[in-house]
């Protein structure tokens, strides 16, 4: 079964900083990944699918990049609003996979 | 418009069986495919399975012997059953929506907490 290791677990960034974030598969799932973002008593939210793709309506702060097995996701000028858990996942075939997660907090 | 909406009981018993539906409106079962997914108290998500359009299922390994998901596309109902539940499985379960042809989760329920107690 495939692995999704996500990196840092946490991190504590200012507000207009820049954060990166980082997802590694255990095997090649080339551009087979999205990003979500999940607040406090929410649903997740997508951010970006095939890597590097943003969803409709997401800021162009968040970015991803990658492929094979090992993906990024950045957000320029950090927002208070960013606050949140993100995840990524192996996403078109089974097991859709998600990675433990990247906590971040604004300082 | 897309929704999704889980219901289902918040308290099961330990070695019970648990039975989510989740409804759908502003798209086909026939044409979509729906997910579930989980997420224990202050932990990650978790891919629970899955029913295709065409009405094939796709379980997380970890879970096929205790998991059923079936549907019924007249009433726009998905159904999650899992049997012999333990504590581990207290979690909110989520439904969502698999974009076709594309393999992402574009739409999600609000999710439903099931407690596993006795």
């Known amino acids: 079964n495939i692995v999704m290791t996500q990196s840092p677990k946490s991190m504590s960034i200012s507000v207009g900083d820049r954060v990166t974030m980082n997802c590694k598969a255990s095997?090649?799932?080339?551009?087979?990944i999205a990003w979500y973002q999940q607040k406090p008593g929410q649903s997740p939210k997508l951010l970006i699918y095939y890597a590097s793709n943003r969803y409709n309506g997401v800021p162009d702060r968040f970015t991803g990049s990658g492929y094979g097995t090992d993906f990024t996701l950045t957000i320029n000028s950090v927002q208070a609003e960013d606050a949140a858990f993100y995840y990524c996942?192996?996403?078109?075939?089974?097991?859709?996979?998600f990675g433990s997660g990247t906590k971040l907090e604004i300082k | 418009q897309v929704q999704l909406k889980e219901s289902g009981p918040g308290l099961v018993q330990p070695s019970q069986t648990l039975s989510l539906t989740c409804t759908v409106s502003g798209f086909s079962l026939t044409s979509n495919s729906v997910h579930w997914v989980r997420q224990p108290p202050g932990k990650g998500l978790e891919w629970v399975g899955a029913i295709w359009s065409g009405g094939s299922t796709d379980y997380n390994s970890a879970l096929k012997s205790r998991l059923s998901i079936s549907r019924d596309t007249s009433k726009s109902q998905v159904f999650l059953k899992m049997n012999s539940l333990q504590t581990e499985d207290t979690a909110i379960y989520f439904c969502?929506?698999?974009?076709?042809?594309?393999?992402?989760?574009?739409?999600w329920g609000q999710g439903v907490m099931v407690t596993v107690s006795s």
């Open positions: 095997q090649n799932v080339y551009n087979n």
């Open positions: 996942q192996r996403i078109y075939n089974s097991p859709f996979t």
């Open positions: 969502t929506r698999c974009r076709p042809l594309q393999g992402f989760f574009d739409y």
